[in-house]
């Protein structure tokens, strides 16, 4: 092949590339646009988890980075006003449903209210990979501890146990659960949130300086976790744990958790009508999904709340924020 050619087929390839991330942004964005109309109905009854959600929305927008490669690129140009125009709409709504939620859950706002906050998120400067074979070859079983006993934890290094509470504390308690191996499901994802937590709390305490050594791990098992998902044909009672596991580690830096193939799948669970994620229609799912969701009611997290359209908030703000992952990833 001639030089010129080989110049030509590699600029063709590369404007092709570009065009087709340019085209999926812009079907991500139309997503969270939808998300909006569903929030602007519903925010009085939100729920703490899902401010976090939306909150997390904000702070990636808030990242100078992303915008500044949009705007360098004309054609990108009306795709950054529409961003700029969704998260000017979402802070508001941030803002009103974040007031309604402290009037309605005020203990559990207040232990959890540093997390709220513009600056608490940090989002991945470099990207890595899981390595597969750091995952465990087996779990020990879906739930190692009780949600009451990570948020235990958590409390702890925030500093929120009592009032005016030393920061960064980790107990015997804390140490064992967040560092046991074998934990799956949500146990493991809230044991690599521990070392997020840490992360941006700054704690020093030594057990850090082995973060990076149990993200590895964390992560390795939680892709492990979402490949059997997905081999097992996203059923609707997983769903949900593959976008934390996509957002937990995907903001931990490990890029192989933004995959194309699920970015699409997560666009058909969202409602076309509401906006929101949640329960399937009845209609267009199959009876063996009943089963399913029974399940995922007794598994019910955080408060939370379904609405009679199906919709559920912990679902839209999971999926917000692995949307805004993808976003920020592309
Ligand atoms: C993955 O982990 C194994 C075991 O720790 C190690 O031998 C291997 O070099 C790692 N692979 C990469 C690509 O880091
Ligand atoms: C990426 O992860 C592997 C282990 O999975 C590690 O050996 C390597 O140093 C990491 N690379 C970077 C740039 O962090």
New binding site residues.
């Given amino acids: 092949m001639s030089f010129p050619v080989c110049l030509l087929l590699i600029f063709l390839f590369k404007s092709d590339l570009s065009k087709s991330e340019a085209d999926m942004r812009s079907i991500i964005i139309s997503a969270l646009e939808k998300t909006t109309f569903f929030l602007a109905n519903k925010y009085r009854d939100i729920n703490l988890d899902a401010v976090l959600g939306f909150r997390v929305f904000a702070r990636y927008f808030h990242l100078k980075g992303a915008l500044e490669k949009w705007a360098s690129e004309h054609e990108l140009l009306s795709q950054q006003v529409r961003v700029e125009r969704l998260v000017k709409k979402l802070s508001s709504l941030i803002e009103k449903a974040t007031h309604s939620l402290e009037l309605s859950d005020p203990e559990y706002f207040k232990k959890f209210e540093p997390i709220l906050g513009r600056n608490f998120w940090m989002l991945p400067h470099s990207w890595n ?1 899981t ?4 995952a465990y070859s087996m779990f020990d079983g879906i739930s190692c501890f009780t949600k009451e006993m990570s948020d235990k934890c958590f409390t702890y290094l925030l500093g929120t146990w009592k009032d005016n509470g030393k920061s960064c504390i980790v107990t015997r308690a804390c140490r064992n659960i967040m560092t046991k191996f074998g934990c799956s499901d949500y146990s493991l994802s809230h044991q690599l949130f521990y070392f997020m937590f840490a992360d941006v709390k700054g704690c020093s305490d030594h057990l850090f300086l082995r973060a990076q050594y149990y993200k590895n791990i964390f992560c390795a098992c939680m892709m492990k976790i979402n490949l059997v998902i997905e081999s097992t044909g996203f059923r609707f009672s997983s769903r949900d744990l593959l976008m934390e596991n996509i957002m937990f580690c995907g903001m931990s830096g490990f890029s192989d958790f933004y995959k194309p193939s699920w970015l699409e799948t997560i666009f058909i669970w969202q409602k076309p009508e509401e906006g929101c994620f949640g329960k399937p229609n009845e209609n267009s799912e199959h009876p063996s999904r009943v089963k399913d969701q029974e399940q995922l009611l007794r598994r019910v997290k955080r408060r939370e709340k379904v609405f009679a359209d199906g919709c559920s908030f912990h679902n839209t703000a999971t999926a917000v924020r692995v949307l805004w992952g993808f976003l920020y990833y592309y």
């Avoid at 390595?131 to 750091?134: D, G, P, R, V, W």
């Fill in positions: 990979q390595n597969s074979s750091l």
